[in-house]
C-alpha cells in the first residue's frame, strides 16, 4: 500500500516538474537565428560550350555556390549561320543562383565580357525565385556562413 501511494506521488512530482518545464520554455524568449534577408535570383547565361568554364569561374566570382551547366545547341540553321558568320552553334546554358544585390555588377560584368571576348558572346538573363525551403538551403544558395541549424 505504502508503495502505490509512494509511486502515485512520484507521478504527480513527474508531471508537475514536466508542465513547469514546458511552461518555463513557452515564457522564454527565442532566441532566433535570424539571417539577413537578400533575395535570391536565378540567372541563366548562354554561351559557346568552349567558353563554359571560364563563364562559370566568372560567376563563381559573385559569390555563386551553385550552378548548373547543360549542353544545348543553337536553333539557326546552317545555312543562316553561314551568313551571320557564326560557325559554332554548341552552346552552354548555366544557371547559377545569385543574390539579388549583386545581379546588376554580375550581369554588367557579363554584358563587358560578352563584348570584348573573342568567341566570347552570350546572352544573360535574371528571373526571380519567390520561395526557398528551410534556412539550411536559403543559406547554402545565399553562401551566407553564419546560416546555423535551429534548435528544436
Avoid: W
Avoid at 58 to 80: C, H, P, R, W, Y
Avoid at 126 to 134: A, F, R
Amino acid at each position: 500500500m505504502a508503495d502505490k501511494k509512494h509511486n502515485k506521488e512520484r507521478e504527480s512530482a513527474a508531471k508537475k516538474e514536466t508542465k513547469q518545464h514546458s511552461d518555463s520554455q513557452k515564457s522564454k524568449p527565442v532566441a532566433s537565428n535570424k539571417v539577413k534577408s537578400n533575395r535570391l535570383k536565378l540567372l541563366i547565361t548562354i554561351v559557346a560550350r568552349k567558353k563554359a568554364e571560364y563563364y562559370t569561374d566568372l560567376i563563381q566570382s559573385f559569390d555563386v555556390n551553385m550552378q548548373m551547366v547543360v549542353l544545348a545547341e543553337g536553333t539557326a540553321n546552317a545555312k543562316m549561320l553561314g551568313l551571320l558568320g557564326l560557325l559554332d552553334s554548341e552552346k552552354v546554358v548555366i544557371f547559377s543562383v545569385i543574390q539579388e544585390n549583386k545581379v546588376a555588377d554580375a550581369l554588367s560584368m557579363l554584358e563587358h565580357k560578352f563584348q570584348t571576348i573573342r568567341d566570347g558572346k552570350g546572352v544573360a538573363c535574371t528571373v526571380p525565385l519567390t520561395s526557398v525551403i528551410g534556412t539550411l538551403i536559403y543559406g547554402f544558395l545565399s553562401n551566407n556562413r553564419l546560416t546555423v541549424k535551429e534548435n528544436k
